[in-house]
């Protein structure tokens, strides 16, 4: 069956950086876009990043502001998201996520991981 099993995640300081791994099953990653989301206490959740099935596109949420870059291993079913200079607002539970095309729209994603907790303190 599908699977999306994330990890990585932890606390952190403010400043501070993780890198987020999702490791992909069941389904032909390489068919795939991929999306990392977040959700914090209380919030919806939002979108945070996205690439292409080969890797050569992504998108990027406007409170990353450059700091977050997304990445994908197709050889190793894996998609990464790096976070640099990480603030008390990032704190959320990261999901990744699948979807069969190249969008934004949480609402287009088919597949979800179960989340990591990501926590910032200041």
């Known amino acids: 069956q599908v699977q999306l099993v994330e990890s990585g995640g932890g606390l952190v300081q403010a400043g501070g950086s993780l890198r987020l791994s999702c490791a992909a099953s069941?389904?032909?990653?390489?068919?795939?876009?991929m999306g990392w989301f977040r959700q914090a206490p209380g919030k919806e959740r939002e979108f945070v990043a996205a690439i292409s099935w080969a890797g050569g596109g992504t998108y990027y949420a406007d409170f990353v502001k450059g700091r977050f870059t997304i990445s994908r291993d197709n050889a190793k079913n894996t998609v990464y998201l790096q976070m640099r200079t990480l603030e008390p607002e990032d704190t959320a539970v990261y999901y990744c996520a699948a979807v069969r095309d190249f969008v934004r729209d949480i609402r287009e994603y088919k597949y979800w991981g179960q989340g990591t907790q990501v926590t910032v303190s200041s």
């Open positions: 069941g389904f032909t990653f390489s068919d795939y876009g």
